[in-house]
């Protein structure tokens, strides 16, 4: 049995059960006969492209997802693998190891009296800032916000803003980005 067969197979159990979908059911979604898929799932079959789309599509995922080496359940990063980016005496690190198109998240922690100039993002993109601990001011587009532990800001991150710890304690915050663009 060759590689991509026997990832395919592998790959249509785990995404299947995933979904809590019998054979019947992913076949009926994917337009297929159910014997057609018993076979994708043995590993001895040799599709179609047309087929791997139509359980492609059944499936959400893409075509290569199908035929790719199984994924493990999970990933284990350790932190000092984590970048961290320094901003004057901030530091943010990146809480997503693996970069994706359309998101980013960062925990950054500011001294007291620390402060950086954001980088404003491609055009519609939102960001979301929460202060976990201490007191960050988010300056933004003209607008000044105080946020204490436990306060959310939603705002425009296509536009300039910049981030400061007025207090006397260090403050912990975490930026999500929502990148605007077509999407993955």
């Known amino acids: ?12 159990k785990a995404l299947r059960a995933v979904r809590g979908f019998s054979q019947h059911r992913a076949a009926a979604l994917a337009g297929i006969p159910r014997a057609t898929w018993a076979t994708l799932e043995s590993g001895a079959a040799n599709p179609t492209i047309t087929v791997l789309v139509k359980v ?9 997802e199908l ?26 690190r990146d809480l997503l ?24 993002h491609t055009a519609g993109t939102r960001e979301y800032l929460t202060c976990e601990r201490g007191r960050i001011t988010l300056a933004a587009a003209g607008e000044v916000f105080e946020l204490g532990a436990g306060d959310v800001v939603v705002f425009q991150g296509d536009r300039r803003h910049s981030y400061r ?11 999500v980005v929502l990148l605007a663009g077509p999407t993955p």
């Open 97 to 120: 190891p693996e970069k994706l198109p359309c998101v980013e998240i960062g925990r950054m922690a500011l001294p007291p009296g620390a402060s950086f100039v954001g980088v404003p």
């Open 56 to 64: 492609a599509g059944a499936l959400q995922v893409r075509v290569d």
């Open 67 to 92: 035929i790719a080496p199984p994924r493990p359940a999970g990933r284990l990063y350790r932190a000092d693998a984590l970048v961290v980016r320094r901003r004057g005496d901030a530091a943010i």
């Open 165 to 175: 710890n007025p207090g006397r304690d260090p403050a912990v915050g975490y930026s």
């Open 1 to 12: 049995m060759d590689a991509p067969a026997a990832h395919l197979g592998t790959n249509l």
